[in-house]
């Protein structure tokens, strides 16, 4: 009995770490007072207060353009990147494959430091567009390690099939092998979205003065305290996330559902 027991505890424990700051959070975004150790009181005036923040609304917008831009651009090149790699069979492709996952294994702070000289070097005014570039870097590796690994497991007699039906390289890989790992592209693309939405660091070294993200805007604002503003943001994005995720859980119950009655 004893032995059963240690994995509830285990799970209640990850559990509570996991979700009782979150569920603070959502909490907090409800009270009165600015003090988070005092409760003064249900109140709605930081969700009022925020969205008469336009630097706080503006940096969020520009959070959600940067991981939308970036990893639109990542799919982009990740999924050809994997698709070059499985079809190649050079001495070299194991090195290859290292240097594409590089910027995974690189400290933070090094690749923003080395991507900030690069730009100066190259004098690329600092702003979106480095941002962009700077975020593509390191969201790449999480799509090309989906599909690589998608393609690993797919069976390469499909597409000769096709190609010997008649298609042509295109025509086989947009209408074969694309829709076989859009799973992978869309589960990395997802990836790379969050891991773009809560970077901050190499942000900061490749940012404009005139452009600030969300996270960027969270952590200047660490020197003189979070208001209780964030609490409110991370409430509505938090909302945002279940609702979405409940209406895909709803969609994929009534998918199965028309399957077993056409079946």
């Not at 059963?4 to 975004?29: D, E, G, Q």
């Not at 009270?31 to 009022?48: C, D, H, M």
């Not at 070059?84 to 430091?113: A, C, D, F, N, Q």
Request: glycine share 8%; aromatic share 10%.
């Amino acid at each position: 009995m004893k032995k059963k027991k240690w994995p509830f505890v285990y799970v209640a424990l990850i559990t509570v770490l996991t979700y009782i700051p979150i569920l603070l959070t959502v909490v907090y975004s409800f009270n009165a007072s600015k003090l988070t150790s005092v409760w003064e009181g249900f109140s709605l005036k930081w969700y009022q207060e925020l969205f008469q923040d336009r630097d706080l609304i503006q940096a969020l917008k520009n959070s959600l353009i940067l991981a939308v831009s970036s990893c639109g651009v990542s799919a982009v090149i990740g999924t050809v990147g994997a698709v070059g790699l499985s079809r190649i069979h050079w001495k070299t492709k194991g090195v290859m494959e290292y240097i594409s996952i590089l910027p995974l294994m690189i400290p933070e702070i090094i690749l923003g430091m080395v991507l900030m000289a690069f730009f100066y070097m190259l004098n690329l005014p600092f702003g979106m567009l480095t941002l962009l570039i700077g975020h593509t870097v390191f969201c790449v590796p999480y799509i090309l390690m989906e599909v690589k690994a998608r393609l690993v497991g797919m069976d390469p007699s499909l597409e000769e099939a096709a190609r010997d039906l008649g298609a042509g390289s295109f025509r086989a890989f947009w209408d074969i092998t694309l829709p076989l790992i859009m799973p992978a592209v869309a589960s990395g693309s997802l990836l790379a979205f969050a891991m773009s939405m809560d970077d901050v660091v190499i942000s900061i070294f490749v940012t404009g003065p005139r452009v600030s993200t969300l996270p960027i805007k969270v952590y200047t604002q660490m020197k003189t305290g979070v208001t209780p503003e964030i609490n409110a943001l991370c409430t509505i994005m938090l909302g945002v996330i279940l609702l979405v995720l409940a209406v895909y859980l709803i969609a994929g119950k009534r998918g199965k559902g028309n399957i077993k009655d056409e079946q």
